[in-house]
T-cell receptor, first 112, second 112 residues
Framework: ETGVTQTPRHLVMGMTNKKSLKCEQH?????MYWYKQSAKKPLELMFV???????ENNSVPSRFSPECPNSSHLFLHLHTLQPEDSALYLC???????????FGPGTRLTVL | QKEVEQNSGPLSVPEGAIASLNCTYS??????FFWYRQYSGKSPELIMF????GDKEDGRFTAQLNKASQYVSLLIRDSQPSDSATYLC????????????FGAGTRLAVHP
């Protein structure tokens, strides 16, 4: 248990659906991250939030829309995804000014 | 392009042996280095971090850093079958906001 939770753990959606992934951290940290992990590929950083402000968008398509309403919660809103977006989506949290990241369990997303 | 390179493996070692996992990185300005363990279907779990040249030991794990050679390694002593997993090397590259660049990982198989 790392103090970072993610829901849902598994999600199957069609290409026309809209869904959201949720991440919650109980570590009192101020930086939160979204990563994508596809089979046989390295972890890809998608978004970075620091003190609820987006500080990095790693050229992610607009069909992925992040939201950070407070320092404990992070969302990833999904719409009109493609089958190649199927992957494990991981949330991580880090203390402000530190670079040690702790990961949640991930959401396994399948786009049909 | 800032990169982190790892041999994908699998690295097969007998139980009780020392497993040696290696990682090279391209950004000479990098300051922080991390090793994560990822079991199949699970999220990455932080094992160790190292900031200074030399060795850092934690139980059966030793991280070694050589900034001049841009090389970081992880030694696992007395390897156990439960150590069988993919080991991810991550580097905090200079510039940007505390973002980690991950290698693709080395799969370790410890056989009885």
């Amino acid at each position: 248990e790392t103090g970072v939770t993610q829901t849902p753990r598994h999600l199957v959606m069609g290409m026309t659906n809209k869904k959201s992934l949720k991440c919650e951290q109980h570590l009192g940290h101020n930086a939160m991250y979204w990563y994508k992990q596809s089979a046989k590929k390295p972890l890809e950083l998608m978004f970075v939030y620091s003190l609820e402000e987006r500080v990095e968008n790693n050229s992610v398509p607009s069909r992925f829309s992040p939201e950070c309403p407070n320092s404990s919660h992070l969302f990833l809103h999904l719409h009109t995804l493609q089958p190649e977006d199927s992957a494990l989506y991981l949330c991580a949290a880090a203390g402000l000014g530190t670079d040690t990241q702790y990961f949640g369990p991930g959401t396994r997303l399948t786009v049909l | 392009q800032k990169e982190v390179e790892q041999n994908s493996g699998p690295l097969s070692v007998p139980e009780g042996a020392i497993a040696s996992l290696n990682c090279t990185y391209s950004d000479r300005g990098s300051q922080s280095f991390f090793w994560y363990r990822q079991y199949s279907g699970k999220s990455p779990e932080l094992i160790m971090f190292i900031y200074s040249n030399g060795d850092k030991e934690d139980g059966r794990f030793t991280a070694q850093l050589n900034k001049a050679s841009q090389y970081v390694s992880l030694l696992i002593r007395d390897s156990q079958p439960s150590d069988s997993a993919t080991y991810l090397c991550a580097v905090n590259m200079s510039g940007g906001y505390n973002k980690l660049i991950f290698g693709a990982g080395t799969r370790l198989a410890v056989h009885p």
